[in-house]
């Protein structure tokens, strides 16, 4: 699992003078406002072997695509993904959709030899996954890239903290404690958006807060976990419908009702080869919790903690230190040595959610110019989506332990 490299030094230019990776993004709203913020940014701020150039833009209702296109600084537009793909003018496709449509999308892109970045859970199914990681493969060979967009890697205090992990310094990893807590569900009258239908999003807070977790855990682990015993829940079973276009992770409400069918609250253990034990807890209902992302880790010799509500800020218990001054110390990922902070503001000025795209995009940039596989490719993205089947294959069995297929 790479770490992320160091720009030179930041540089003064646009970088107008190097060759374009044109890009062509397929849904517009919460992720592809992000992505564009990515992809806008990342060559005015880092040093960029290829400029990335916001081509293409494809959403399926006309007049609402050519406004985000101006909105978000996209040279043209499209209704059909198909048409973008078609486009001989794109290089990369970017996923923004939900699920349902990631592997169709993707096996296309790759089929009419464009590099594909694809927002995570990599698909609905496992077997969906499968065929995606191997048209990734195959492309490969022909110099095409695919990576999965797991941005909490890009965090600096989550790259920071994996590099610890790397260079040993909490020693053998005994546990990994991982949640993800949300709570824009916790109203029983929430519309039923395409988040809670299983045929759209694939599972729930599982696919959706879950995949994110278990890639953190695995990443920062630095192996894969080995089984699973797990725990989900629906705890409201009808909603209203929704109605009009969601923003973000809420819609406006129409007449009727539907059916929720998939989790709402997913809770699992984990072993990895190595002997160490996790616990994940995924959760919409967290009253009052945002997008609490939080982690320890615990070592031989030491322990790391990290909640994505105060992402600038890593916690460190150096277990080798006397007890009598030993304690957790707040470590402030802002200076110029940590990752991916060089190219940002002066130390203490900090960073926040957008800028894991802008990190997203410019470690996929700097993988299509060296050809080298990308961090995390679709075979890592196919390995999580087995991991969350185990998760559903075990609660259906009463929390019985499933390995994890390989
Ligand atoms: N990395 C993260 O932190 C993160 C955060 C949120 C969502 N996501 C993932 O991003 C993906 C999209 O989620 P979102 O929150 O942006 O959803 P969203 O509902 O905000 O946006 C989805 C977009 O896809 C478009 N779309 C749907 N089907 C389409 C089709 N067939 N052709 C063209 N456009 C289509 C919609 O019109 C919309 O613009 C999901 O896979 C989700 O799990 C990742």
Same mark, same amino acid.
């Given at each position: 699992m790479g770490q992320p490299e160091q720009p030179e030094g930041v540089e003064e230019?646009? !970088?107008?003078q190097r060759p374009p990776l044109r890009v062509g993004m397929v849904g517009y709203a919460f992720m592809g406002a992000a992505h564009s913020q990515g992809w806008r940014t990342a060559g005015r701020v880092f040093d960029l072997p290829l400029r990335p150039e916001l081509a293409v833009i494809c959403g399926r209702d006309a007049a609402a695509v050519r406004a985000a296109a101006d909105r978000h600084g996209w040279a043209a537009a499209e209704t059909d993904w198909r048409d973008l793909i078609a486009?001989?003018?794109?290089d990369l496709v970017d996923i923004c959709t939900p699920g349902d449509s990631h592997a169709e999308i993707a096996l296309a892109a790759l089929a009419a030899g464009k590099h594909v970045l694809c927002e995570k859970p990599?698909? $609905?199914t496992v077997e969906e996954a499968e065929a995606m990681a191997s048209a990734a493969e195959t492309a490969y060979e022909r110099g095409q890239l695919a990576m999965v967009?797991? $941005? =909490?890697?890009?965090?600096p205090a989550t790259a920071l903290a994996r590099q610890m992990v790397a260079d040993g310094r909490?020693?053998?990893?005994r546990h990994v404690r991982v949640s993800y807590l949300q709570d824009?569900?916790?109203? *029983?009258?929430?519309p039923l958006t395409w988040r809670l239908r299983r045929e759209l999003a694939g599972s729930g807070s599982l696919g959706d807060l879950g995949a994110h977790i278990v890639d953190l855990a695995q990443y920062l682990a630095g192996e894969p976990l080995a089984g699973v015993s797990a725990l989900t829940e629906t705890f409201v079973r009808e909603r209203p419908l929704p109605g009009g276009a969601a923003r973000g992770l809420s819609a406006a409400t129409a007449a009727g009702t539907g059916q /929720? &069918?998939?989790?709402?609250a997913a809770l699992f253990t984990g072993r990895f080869a190595s002997g160490a034990l996790a616990s994940f807890e995924a959760t919409? =209902?967290?009253? !009052?919790?945002? $997008?609490a992302l939080r982690l320890e880790l615990n070592g031989a010799r030491g322990s790391l903690a990290f909640d994505l509500e105060r992402l600038n800020e890593l916690w460190f218990h150096?277990?080798?230190?006397?007890?009598?001054?030993a304690g957790f110390r707040r470590i402030l990922? &802002?200076? *110029?040595?940590?990752?991916? /902070?060089?190219?940002?503001?002066? *130390?203490?000025h900090g960073l926040g959610y957008e800028h894991t795209f802008v990190h997203q995009a410019r470690d996929l940039v700097h993988a299509v110019a060296e050809g080298r596989r990308p961090d995390p490719s679709f075979a890592d993205g196919l390995q999580v989506q087995r991991v969350l089947a185990a998760v559903e294959e075990s609660a259906e069995k009463n929390s019985v332990y499933t390995p994890i297929a390989v």
């Open positions: 230019s646009t !970088g107008a486009r001989d003018d794109v990599l698909a $609905n967009g797991f $941005n =909490y890697r890009r965090v909490i020693g053998t990893l824009w569900l916790v109203d *029983p009258q929430a /929720v &069918t998939v989790d709402d919409r =209902y967290a009253t !009052g919790r945002k $997008n150096d277990g080798t230190e006397p007890d009598t001054h990922v &802002t200076e *110029p040595d940590h990752p991916y /902070v060089e190219a940002w503001w002066p *130390p203490g």
